[in-house]
């Protein structure tokens, strides 16, 4: 598998997709389970993950409405996660920037996760065609 190639992620885009769905549903979990803070922000990004994903690995990906919510709800979710990270340079700027003690749950580091994964998912999403 040739990483750095787009045509390695478009043909393996059902695992992509059900890793954003893992991904989505373990995050919800944890919180649920209390092991987080409840985050607003977090709820958002994790949900247009899991959905994102769910749209991903669906037969009509490659359909133009198919692509257009993906393109509404990811789009929702890129802003919110540009937002919360934002608020971290934000931080950064005024010297008053710490990392969350358990550094795997910092808010900055995630929300960047968060917004790079929607925007990939997203791309992906578009650049599905339909099975010859």
């Known amino acids: 598998m040739v990483l ?3 045509e390695t992620y ?29 985050c607003p922000y ?9 959905i994102l994903g ?9 359909h ?3 692509k257009y919510i993906a393109l509404v ?6 802003v919110v996660a540009a937002n919360q990270h934002f608020m971290g340079w934000k931080k950064i700027s005024a010297g008053t ?7 795997a749950m910092d808010p900055f580091l995630l929300s960047g996760l968060a917004l790079t994964g929607i925007i990939g998912l997203i791309f ?5 065609t339909k099975p010859e």
Not at 54 to 62: E, K
Not at 73 to 78: D, S
Not at 124 to 128: E, G, K, S, V
């Open 124 to 128: 992906l999403i578009l650049q599905q």
């Open 4 to 6: 750095l190639k787009l």
């Open 54 to 62: 769910i749209l991903l690995i669906l037969p009509i990906a490659s």
């Open 64 to 66: 133009w409405i198919t």
């Open 73 to 78: 709800v990811g789009f929702f979710g890129a």
């Open 10 to 38: 478009i043909k393996h885009s059902r695992i992509i997709a059900s890793l954003a769905i893992i991904i989505s549903i373990t995050a919800w979990a944890v919180e649920l389970a209390g092991v987080v803070y409840v």
């Open 42 to 50: 977090c709820r958002t990004q994790r949900t247009v993950i899991g």
């Open 97 to 103: 920037f710490s990392f969350h003690e358990k550094i």
